[in-house]
Nanobody, 124 residues
Framework: HVQLVESGGGSVQAGGSLRLSCAVSGYTASSYDMGWFRQAPGKEREGVAAITSSDVPRYADSVKGRFTISKDNAKNTLYLQMNTLKPEDTALYYC???????????????????WGQGTQVTVS
């Protein structure tokens, strides 16, 4: 049974930092592509950052240079380090996983099969 559990969300002032974590169970994180997605009220869910099973990342233009995605395979955990946060980063952030595919499609929401419940990030 695949399970993804996010943590680390919260409220922060603009310019601050947060680190999100996604604990994986039911499969080995190193064998799947994984990503972080977010959904703000009234908006569609969008890809923020994702990483292939071989640890090649991809970022949305809106977060390049501010967010860093990483995996700790020993802990079966995915991370998202978010720096220089802006009010427009406010959203519910989801962790997701999919079977290995091409790098170009890493940020495509519809290609992910497994999802966590989300963790709220609020930037004021």
């Amino acid at each position: 049974h695949v399970q993804l559990v996010e943590s680390g969300g919260g409220s922060v002032q603009a310019g601050g930092s947060l680190r999100l974590s996604c604990a994986v169970s039911g499969y080995t994180a190193s064998s799947y592509d994984m990503g972080w997605f977010r959904q703000a009220p009234g908006k569609e869910r969008e890809g923020v950052a994702a990483i292939t099973s071989s640890d090649v990342p991809r970022y949305a233009d809106s977060v390049k240079g501010r967010f860093t995605i990483s995996k700790d395979n020993a802990k079966n955990t995915l991370y998202l380090q978010m720096n220089t946060l802006k009010p427009e980063d406010t959203a519910l952030y989801y962790c997701a996983a999919r079977s290995r595919r091409d790098w170009a499609s890493l940020l495509q929401t519809t290609l992910y099969s497994y999802w966590g419940q989300g963790t709220q990030v609020t930037v004021s």
